[in-house]
């Protein structure tokens, strides 16, 4: 599937969107655009591609998010995507991290549009796939309107028509990434005005969404939704995103109700734990990804707590899940010690 122009995906997360969080993603949405993390070209260009770019054959929809600035390898790195089967690539222009700051790519280059724009060319004249831009609203005092819209400006005219905007600013000194993604305020209305003013760009708008109510309200001003660290850590979030943001419901084995539909997801993803162990993949490095599957309903914090205390010892994924599912299936007959759980069932 080649078509991005798409209605939710699934932020880019360091450390959290990898190729196993995409699989258990994908069991939850078949619709939702998926990202990797960020790669910077150095990793693409040098590093052990099937470990970095090697994905599963179901993921896509999956877009490809690089890091850098030099359009020659930029353009390289992209080539290295679209050879790997990525559906899209997108250069980072967000990331606050002093790290990337050195690196002289990721929010910093809110400040270089020509050099952002050099970048889309380079990358478009070397894939056949979209290239996009994912930006801030803009860093440090440089956070007015204007500049945002001179930023987009700039970088379309070298031919991005797709940008996804985090809406708030990036403080390059003195906030560390977290708080990078929390402290500047979100104004949605800059992006919503970005789309007035440029209706035949694609602007998809991300920060701070946490439902499908919210994003079909934000739909109603943007073209896309992206939604980040709620797809995470309350991934079932997504459980209903196909039959609300596409009218394309999902079909998977009914179960009468959401606990026990995400039970079966849990087996399939433990049955993936499996093999992929089989192959080498550390248990732990792969159950951390299911651990907020349930949130809010009895036993869920036992759920997570025996994944979390087992999954480094552990050589058989699917005992592990069952084992952990009994918490959330009967919860009444599995709680230990007479220490009742106290959370509401309140799944979406
Ligand atoms: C742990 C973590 C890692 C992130 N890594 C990236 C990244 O590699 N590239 C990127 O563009 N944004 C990255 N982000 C930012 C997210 O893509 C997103 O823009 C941000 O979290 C706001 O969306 P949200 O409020 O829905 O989480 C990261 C966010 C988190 C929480």
């Not at 419901?249 to 049955?271: M, W």
């Amino acid at each position: 599937m080649r078509d991005t122009a798409n209605r939710l995906s699934i932020a880019p997360m360091m450390e959290l969107t990898d190729r196993h969080y995409r699989y258990l993603a994908r069991r939850l949405s078949r619709c939702a655009v998926l990202y990797t993390e960020m790669l910077t070209t150095g990793a693409v260009l040098n590093g052990d591609k099937e470990y970095l770019l090697g994905k599963d054959a179901g993921d896509n929809p999956v877009v490809l998010q690089l890091g850098g600035s030099d359009p020659v390898a930029m353009a390289e790195s992209a080539s290295v995507g679209e050879a790997w089967n990525y559906d899209a690539i997108n250069m980072n222009v967000g990331c606050p991290s002093d790290r990337v700051k050195s690196g002289r790519f990721g929010a910093c280059l809110m400040a270089e549009p020509e050099l952002v724009g050099e970048c889309v060319q380079a990358m478009q004249a070397s894939v056949s796939i979209p290239v996009t831009v994912k930006c801030r609203l803009g860093i440090d005092r440089d956070d007015s309107y204007d500049a945002l819209k001179g930023f987009v400006d700039t970088v379309a005219s070298k031919g991005c028509t797709h940008f996804i905007v985090h809406a708030r600013k990036a403080w390059l000194d003195g906030l560390s990434p977290r708080e990078n993604r929390s402290i500047p305020p979100l104004r949605y209305e800059y992006v919503y005005r970005l789309k007035q003013e440029f209706p035949s760009l694609r602007i998809d708008i991300n920060g701070g969404i946490k439902t499908l109510d919210e994003t079909l309200e934000h739909l109603e001003k943007a073209d896309g939704v992206m939604i980040g660290r709620e797809a995470y850590y309350n991934p079932a979030v997504l459980l209903h995103a196909d039959e609300k943001i596409y009218n394309t419901p999902f079909e998977r084995p009914s179960h009468q109700d959401t606990v026990n539909t995400l039970a079966g997801i849990a087996r399939d993803y433990a049955r993936y734990m499996q093999n992929q162990y089989e192959s080498g993949v550390r248990i732990n490095a792969m159950s951390r990804h299911v651990v907020a599957l349930y949130q809010g309903v009895p036993g869920a914090r036992l759920w997570r707590r025996h994944l979390s205390e087992n999954a480094s010892k552990a050589t058989d994924a699917i005992t592990l899940v069952e084992q952990a599912l009994n918490f959330v299936l009967s919860p009444a007959s599995s709680t230990p010690l007479g220490c009742p759980e106290t959370e509401q069932r309140h799944v979406p």
